[in-house]
């Protein structure tokens, strides 16, 4: 059968390009740093691009990916979509259920959140509720910075680290692994079980280009659940030693460059209940002082007016 004229031109153009499309473009075209995310042979010369799973935002696999954009990519995943990390919360659960955070240009939390209702509030610059909630019309001045994180850490049943191996250890993780600048490490500090990592970035210290501490928090902490964001990883714990230090507990404490703004008229039920039972401990402590008081004062008088008694009745010379 004779081929159309002008086909076999076409051809060779299409057989040059496969020839020539970059190896990575083919086969193994992943985010390097984010699992959650749709890759392709899309960029220049089909080069490999990656998009982060839920908005599209265009990703830069060479650093880790903003944290509102991780959320942003849980809180749309399709249900029964493919699986991309164990489970686990979709996005910031605030006792109020799930919502999708919305993330300017660069993937930041934008200073304003709101759920799926006209519930809205204000968050710091890693996606913390910082204010009380309000209607759509609450005003947020702007994204306040997280400027301190620590990581408060509590190990299973091991034996005793040394200090100096665990501060190399966990140094040598946040470098390598996550891309923070080691300046930006505070310091670790270890009592066996627990284990406390300090990190410490102002908006002044924080060159374009750097990790931002919070999105290095995240994924450690991803890391240390078993749900980590990296293609291939799997397994929960800290990676010391060669292997996973298994963690039972793991709390992480936010301090920003301003203090929150809440009041007591917006306290939860269990921190009102908390209050009541501390006042009504106290009670009876201060009624106890109160008669404690009242009876060394009477008992004090009464040797006054009975010492003054017995001067009196003193002859006198």
Request: with cysteine.
């Amino acid at each position: 059968m004779a081929r159309p004229p002008g086909l076999a031109p076409l051809l060779a153009l299409l057989a040059l390009a496969a020839a020539t499309r970059p190896a990575g473009a083919q086969h193994n075209c992943t985010c390097a740093t984010n699992k959650m995310s749709v890759c392709g042979p899309d960029g220049p010369g089909g080069s490999c691009q990656c998009r982060a799973l839920g908005s599209g935002v265009l990703l830069d696999c060479s650093t880790l990916t903003a944290k509102c954009l991780l959320l942003q990519a849980r809180a749309r995943a399709p249900p029964r979509g493919r699986s991309l990390v164990s489970p686990g919360p979709l996005a910031i659960v605030d006792n109020d259920g799930l919502y999708d955070p919305e993330c300017d240009g660069e993937g930041r939390f934008k200073a304003r959140q709101c759920n799926r209702t006209s519930v809205c509030w204000c968050v710091n610059s890693v996606g913390v509720r910082r204010t009380d909630k309000g209607d759509r019309g609450l005003r947020c001045a702007g994204v306040v910075r997280t400027h301190h994180i620590l990581i408060h850490l509590r190990h299973g049943p091991a034996a005793a680290l040394n200090l100096s191996f665990l501060d190399a250890e966990l140094r040598q993780l946040f470098r390598q692994r996550y891309g923070l600048r080691a300046a930006f490490l505070h310091a670790v500090r270890y009592d066996a079980p627990t284990i406390q990592i300090e990190l410490l970035q102002n908006a002044s210290q924080k060159a374009p280009g750097d990790v931002d501490i919070g999105d290095a928090a995240y994924y450690f902490e991803r890391d240390v659940k078993g749900e980590s964001l990296f293609p291939g990883h799997s397994g929960a714990g800290v990676p010391v030693r060669g292997g996973s230090l298994p963690v039972d507990h793991t709390l992480i404490y936010y301090l920003d460059e301003k203090p929150p703004e809440f009041t007591m008229r917006r306290l939860t039920a269990g921190v009102i209940a908390i209050i009541v039972v501390v006042a009504v401990a106290l009670v009876p402590g201060v009624v106890v002082m109160v008669i404690t008081h009242y009876k060394r004062s009477r008992k004090y008088k009464k040797v006054e007016i009975k010492e003054l008694g017995e001067l009196r009745s003193e002859p006198s010379l």
